[in-house]
């Protein structure tokens, strides 16, 4: 069935360049920066970094943001080479095409739109709660949701992703513009954050670094579902904290690091990609880094971590509050506003370009891959995915699939770094303007890493992950597989080499086609 057939590198340029879909470069390698700096610095920040502190590492939780910071740019230097290599929409999912087949690369592409459509709308969600709050500092009640017919509607989840919906629809490079100057305020609330928190710190805070590892108190089906995927396997009784407590601190944290692969998406929308695609990435993940780390001293030195797991959903508001100063409580619930605001922007545009590009190659119809031919932008795509992300954050407790997020990501980046492996031993000929140094090691050690990450989400998650490859497999074999492109090239390649009396192979009564017909479609 030829499911492992690959397309060429070659190819994907040429389709990328197709009259009707193609895209404009506009990005710059400032564009970039802040693109990675605004998908990051969001609810990792503001949220989830009190969540790992509290519930898994306590003060360690400073080693948890920098393994996964670590892991993250091990597999941003694969992401790298093969987007100065192949620098065209679609990120992983192109990757895996080029050079691990067809049905691997669905099911990335599949993953990917897990990732991208899940923390669009759980950050949609989060968005419109926040602004609730933001209105009650201002003394106005006004709640996050109404009532529908007995439906909670989270009207401020339709309100921002109309608004940047309508944006992007509008121009990539416009978009970049008002993303950058949310993303300027937000990087100077987190920089209050730190400076303020620090005159805090109370260093016996920090002790014990590593809290011991301690049970969580019952044996139940759901502890059982929220312990460890790793400590599942190995038989371990549901526990938190320890050293186990850090991995499973930099398994949620990682949802931080998102923004980077995302960046990568946009690959066929940059200028000059080969210089400004490493320049760009690597800029933003450095300014991530350290804020994180900062953030997270500050945080775990203002109160100490069983402070924090007393809340039912710690934040960073929640230390502000605990030491008293509300004012401070103020500016963070401002910037967690603000910073989720960009977020979404970057994560829709992310979605559409990843669905662009399957639908580009017959994965998905070919009608969702036609762009504007005003503003060369995927209008009416980018319109379908911004409906569907806010009926998706408005109507559901998606809120519940937060971690799929994360195992989505950490999926695209086992198969990115080990990608590079098999593009280097394919097309030794290809000279990208950036390679991962050490040879093999980086990507190996990329790609181990994830997947030790992946084991550290809770078996409710791999659950759900399971059941979601299951679904995309279908829709594989029901649609894509028959209607892909590379499918049309292999009947054409077959028919060349066989004529009209074989099927297959040229030999009666097969479905493979002939080497010479493979070596047609995925060699240039």
């Known amino acids: 069935m030829n499911l492992f057939r690959t397309k060429s590198v070659e190819q994907s340029m040429a389709d990328a360049d197709e009259p009707g879909r193609k895209l404009k470069r506009s990005l710059s390698t400032w564009d970039l920066m802040i693109m990675g700096v605004a998908v990051a610095v969001g609810a990792g920040i503001f949220s989830v970094g009190a969540k790992a502190a509290a519930n898994f590492a ?230 991530v880094t350290v804020l994180y780390i900062l953030v997270s001293l500050a945080l775990t030195g203002m109160v100490p971590y069983s402070k924090l797991a007393e809340a039912e959903s710690p934040t960073l508001t929640t230390a502000f509050e605990a030491v008293g100063n509300n004012d401070a409580a103020k500016v963070i619930a401002f910037g967690s506003l603000v910073g989720l605001t960009t977020v979404i922007m970057v994560l829709l545009m992310g979605l559409s370009r990843v669905v ?69 031993r394919k097309r030794p000929d290809l000279k990208p303007s950036f390679r991962v140094p050490f040879g093999k090691v980086v990507p190996v050690v990329s790609a181990v890493l994830c997947l030790y990450l992946m084991t550290n989400l809770a078996v409710e998650t791999w659950i759900f992950f399971a059941l979601w490859l299951v679904v995309g497999i279908i829709i594989y074999f029901s649609y894509g597989r028959r209607h892909s492109r590379l499918n049309e090239k292999f009947a054409e390649a077959r028919a060349s080499v066989s004529g009209p009396a074989a099927a297959g192979t040229g030999e009666p009564g097969t479905d493979e086609p002939s080497n010479v017909a493979s070596e047609k479609v995925s060699r240039p």
């Open 58 to 287: 306590g003060p360690a939780v400073t080693i948890s943001f920098a393994i996964a910071a670590v892991t993250c740019a091990l597999a941003i230097m694969c992401y790298a080479e093969f987007a100065t290599a192949i620098p065209v929409a679609g990120s992983a999912y192109v990757f895996t095409y080029a050079t691990m087949g067809e049905v691997l690369a669905w099911i990335i592409g599949w993953n990917l739109i897990l990732e991208l459509f899940t923390a669009g709308a759980v950050i949609a969600k989060y968005w419109g709660i926040y602004l609730s709050k933001v209105f009650a500092l201002m003394g106005l009640d006004v709640p996050p949701s109404i009532s529908l017919g007995g439906i909670d509607l989270y009207w401020g989840a339709f309100l921002i992703v109309a608004v940047f919906t309508v944006l992007l629809v509008l121009g990539t490079k416009l978009s970049a513009r008002v993303g950058n100057v949310f993303t300027l305020i937000k990087i100077a609330v987190v920089l209050f954050v730190i400076v303020v928190g620090f005159t805090y710190v109370k260093f016996e805070n920090y002790s014990p670094f590593v809290p011991a590892s301690q049970p969580t108190g019952g044996t139940g089906t759901t502890d059982v579902l929220k312990q460890s995927f790793f400590g599942f396997l190995t038989g371990a009784a549901p526990a938190q904290y320890g050293t186990l407590g850090i991995f499973a601190g930099a398994a949620l944290v990682f949802f931080a690091f998102i923004g980077f692969d995302v960046v990568a998406t946009s690959a066929e929308e940059v200028k000059n990609p080969q210089k400004t695609l490493p320049r760009g990435i690597f800029g933003g993940l450095a300014i």
């Open 356 to 424: 662009l590009a399957m639908s580009r190659d017959g994965l998905l119809p070919r009608s969702l891959s036609k762009t504007s031919t005003i503003r060369a932008t995927p209008a009416r795509l980018q319109i379908i995915c911004g409906a569907a992300v806010a009926l998706v954050a408005g109507l559901t407790k998606v809120d519940l699939l937060e971690e799929m997020i994360n195992i989505g990501t950490l999926s695209a980046f086992v198969m990115v770094s080990l990608g590079i492996l098999v593009l280097r």
